[in-house]
């Protein structure tokens, strides 16, 4: 079966552990949102800056431009997608493509953030994520997966949702 996957949430819930997975079990590539940002957006958040839209078209667009090379041979890649104008842009044109939505309690997916090494999203800008996320409506028909279970069930569980 071949799928594409956008695995979304706010920094720290675990797309790309969970992403990795999921592209594993499926047989399909993997890619990262992180290592579509340029490297002004990279400076901009290390230095504790939060992305505007302005910062996030281009990156957006990079990563719609990788759903649309792999077409029909499926992929798994993560993405905040944390406005519905962000899924928007992402998914208007790729009626094919599943939304995951990893979420959890915000404490402990600060804890998570926080205990990260060697990453440029500095827990400092979590508040801004929370208070950009746009949780996915009824209409976006996302598969909706708490994350404070280990990884495995998680992705056990996507995996049920992805191959029905």
Not at 136 to 163: C, N, Q, R, S
Request: charged share 20%; with cysteine.
């Amino acid at each position: 079966m071949t799928v594409l996957v956008l695995v979304m949430g706010v920094s720290g819930v675990g797309k790309s552990t969970i992403g990795r997975g999921l592209a594993t079990a499926l047989g399909v590539p993997f890619a990262d949102a992180d290592d579509f940002h340029p490297p002004a957006n990279v400076a901009k958040m290390r230095a504790g800056t939060p992305l505007v839209d302005a910062d996030r078209w281009p990156w957006l667009d990079a990563i719609g431009a990788w759903l649309d090379q792999r077409g029909g041979a499926g992929g798994v890649v993560t993405c905040s997608a944390l406005k519905r104008s962000y899924r928007q842009r992402l998914l208007a044109t790729r009626p094919g493509v599943r939304l995951l939505y990893l979420h959890g309690d915000p404490a402990l997916v600060m804890a998570r953030q926080a205990a990260r090494e060697n990453h440029f999203m500095p827990a400092s800008l979590m508040a801004s994520q929370y208070a950009t996320l746009e949780p996915p409506g009824p209409d976006e028909a996302a598969i909706a997966m708490e994350v404070d279970d280990d990884p495995a069930a998680i992705i056990a569980a996507a995996l049920k949702h992805l191959t029905r």
